[in-house]
C-alpha cells in the first residue's frame, strides 16, 4: 500500500523511463510514488530466466544500450556498466555460388579487406568511413541536445552545422544518399537497417519516417555504438529502481492504474488500492494508455513490425562461410536476408498482407560478450544465447490467427537462417527442464498484450525528429511551457509524457524521463 494518499508526483508505469523521473525527483526532495501494473518493475528492459529450469537469464525484450546518457548514470550514481562489442556486424551472402560475407570489426585492416573481398575493390570502404565519418559528426552535435530543453529546429540545424548532412538525413529520403553513397546492394542493406528496426517502411518513404529511426540508432553516446548491458537489461532496470528508493521514492507493484482525473492544478490517480493525489502525474505509458486513463479519444492507431526471438544454444553452429568465426560473426549483428533488394521485398511482400517470403532479420549473441547471464555450470559447457530481432513484419499481419501466424514467420526466419549455416540451428538448440526446445517468439500483438506497447509499437508511435514542432501536440508550443519546452508536454498542464511517446523518446534512453523530471523542477 502507498504510505501516504497525496504526493508532489505520481508516476505511472515503472519502466526504465519512469524509474528515471521518481529517481530525479526524489533526490530534489519532491515526494514520489511510482505505480507499476505487474508484479516487478523494468517494464521492457528486464532480465528473465525464459525456459524452465535453465539458469540463464535473457533480456526478455529489449537488449542493448546506446541512447542512455552517462550524464544519468553519474547523476543517479547508477551501479550499472556496458561492454564495447569488438565487432560491428557480420552480414553472410553468397557471391559467385559460394558463401562469403562482409564482417564489420576487428580493426580497420581487417574491415578493409573484408570490403575489398566482398566488392572487388575499395571503393565501398572508403564510401562507408566517410559516411559514418559523417554521421559520428552528427552524433556529437545532435546526442548532447536530448537531455537540454527542445532545440528549435534552426537552432539543431546550426548545431549540426553541416548543411549537405541536415539536407540528406532531415529533408531527403534515406534512400536517395544510400543509393548515392553506396554500390554494392549487400552493403546498401546494412546501412538501411539501422532505419527499420521496428519501424514499417521503405528506404525513400516520403514521410521519412525511415529518417528518424536511422538518427536515434546513429547518435547514441555521441558515437553511434550499441553496448551490451553487463548482467543483461534488467541490471539498469534493477540499479534504476534501488536509485529510486535510495532517494526516497516509493514503488509499488501489482498496482494496475485504472484512470487518471485533472483539472490543470491538481490530479487524482484512481488504482485498485484506492485513490491517490498529486500535484503532477507522469504518465510512463504510450499515448493510447494515456487517453484511456484519461477518457479522452485514442491517438491514431500506432503499429509495431518485429519479430522478437530468444534462443539459448548447446553451441554456436558453424557457417558456410569458413573464413569467419561464429564467436566473431554472433558477437555483432549478423543481419540475414537484408540486402538493399531483399528488404524492398520483403516490405512490399507485408504491405500487400502477406509474410516476406525471405524474412530479414539481424541476430547477436550477448553472452559471447558478457557471461554473466549464464550459469556456471552452463558457461562451462559452452553454453550461448541469441537474441533474433525480424524486420518487416507488421502487426496486421497477425490479426486473423496470431498464434499459427508468429509460428509459420518464425519457421521461415530460422529457414532463413538456416542457408548460411553449415548445420541446421534446430541441432544446436538446447532443451529445458521438460525437454522442449529453448526458443521463445514475440509477434507484435504479443508485445502488445504483455507491455503495453500499442500495435507492439516498440516506440509507442512514429519517432519525432529531436527538435520542437509547432505542428506536433508533443512538442507542446502552445503557451511554452516547461513540459512543452522539455518536449514532454500533454494537453493537460500537470500531466506529463516520461515514457518513449514523447519527443525524444524511444529505446533504452532513460531521456523521456530525464526530461519530464527537469520540467517538474523547472516549474517549481
Known amino acids: 500500500m502507498p504510505e501516504r494518499t497525496s504526493y508532489d508526483a505520481v508516476v505511472v508505469g515503472g519502466g526504465h523511463n519512469g524509474l528515471v523521473a521518481a529517481a530525479y525527483l526524489a533526490r530534489a526532495g519532491r515526494s514520489v510514488l511510482v505505480l507499476e501494473r505487474l508484479d516487478h518493475t523494468g517494464g521492457a528492459a528486464v532480465s528473465t530466466r525464459a525456459f524452465a529450469g535453465v539458469d540463464a537469464r535473457l533480456s526478455r525484450y529489449s537488449y542493448l544500450v546506446s541512447l542512455l546518457p552517462p550524464k544519468i548514470v553519474r547523476d543517479l550514481g547508477l551501479r550499472f556498466a556496458v561492454r564495447k562489442r569488438t565487432v560491428s556486424s557480420y552480414t553472410p551472402a553468397v557471391r559467385d555460388g559460394r558463401p562469403t560475407g562482409l564482417l564489420v570489426g576487428g580493426g580497420e585492416h581487417r574491415t578493409r579487406k573484408s570490403f575489398a573481398d566482398l566488392t572487388g575493390s575499395d571503393r565501398e570502404f572508403g564510401a562507408w568511413q566517410r559516411f559514418y565519418g559523417t554521421t559520428q559528426r552528427l552524433a556529437e552535435r545532435v546526442f548532447p541536445t536530448l537531455t537540454e530543453p527542445l532545440p528549435t529546429r534552426a537552432a539543431l540545424r546550426a548545431a549540426v552545422d553541416d548543411d549537405a548532412t541536415w539536407h540528406a538525413l532531415f529533408e531527403r529520403p534515406l534512400g536517395e544518399v544510400v543509393e548515392e553513397t553506396f554500390t554494392d546492394d549487400l552493403v546498401r542493406g546494412v546501412v538501411l537497417t539501422d532505419a527499420l528496426i521496428g519501424t514499417f517502411a521503405t528506404a525513400h518513404d516520403p514521410s521519412l519516417r525511415q529518417n528518424r529511426c536511422f538518427l536515434y540508432h546513429v547518435i547514441g553516446g555521441g558515437t553511434g555504438d550499441w553496448d551490451v ?296
Open 229 to 524: 548491458p553487463i548482467g543483461g537489461m534488467g541490471a539498469l532496470t534493477d540499479a534504476l529502481a534501488d536509485a529510486a528508493r535510495r532517494a526516497g521514492a516509493e514503488i509499488v507493484t501489482d498496482c494496475p492504474v485504472t484512470a487518471i482525473a485533472t483539472d490543470g492544478r491538481t490530479a487524482e490517480v484512481s488504482c485498485d488500492r484506492g485513490t491517490i493525489g498529486a500535484r503532477r502525474v507522469l504518465v510512463n505509458a504510450s499515448p493510447r494508455e494515456l487517453a484511456r486513463l484519461l477518457g479522452e479519444n485514442p491517438p491514431p492507431p500506432a503499429e509495431g513490425a518485429q519479430l522478437k526471438v530468444n534462443m539459448l544454444l548447446t553451441r554456436l553452429p558453424r557457417l558456410r562461410d569458413t573464413r569467419v568465426d561464429p564467436r566473431e560473426a554472433f558477437s555483432g549483428t549478423f543481419h540475414i536476408a537484408e540486402g538493399y533488394g531483399q528488404l524492398e521485398r520483403s516490405y512490399q511482400q507485408a504491405a500487400s498482407g502477406e509474410l516476406p517470403a525471405d524474412p530479414p532479420s539481424e541476430i547477436y549473441c550477448h553472452s559471447l560478450t558478457d557471461p554473466s547471464i549464464l550459469g556456471a555450470d552452463l558457461v562451462r559447457q559452452g553454453y550461448q544465447t541469441l537474441t533474433l530481432f525480424g524486420l518487416h513484419t507488421p502487426a496486421r499481419l497477425f490479426a486473423a490467427d496470431n498464434d499459427s501466424t508468429r509460428d509459420r514467420l518464425l519457421a521461415a526466419t530460422l529457414a532463413e537462417l538456416d542457408t548460411h549455416l553449415a548445420e541446421p540451428l534446430a541441432d544446436c538448440l538446447a532443451h529445458d527442464a521438460e525437454g522442449r526446445p529453448c526458443i521463445e517468439a514475440r509477434s507484435p500483438l504479443d508485445l502488445d498484450r504483455e507491455l503495453g506497447l500499442p500495435g507492439g509499437n516498440i516506440f509507442h508511435r512514429d519517432l519525432a525528429f529531436p527538435y520542437a514542432d509547432e505542428h506536433d501536440e508533443r512538442a507542446g508550443a502552445a503557451g511554452g511551457t516547461a513540459p512543452a519546452r522539455w518536449g514532454v508536454a500533454t494537453t493537460h498542464p500537470n500531466v506529463l509524457l516520461c515514457g518513449a511517446g514523447a519527443v525524444r523518446g524511444g529505446g533504452v534512453s532513460g531521456i523521456p524521463g530525464h526530461n519530464a523530471a527537469m520540467a517538474v523542477l523547472e516549474e517549481d
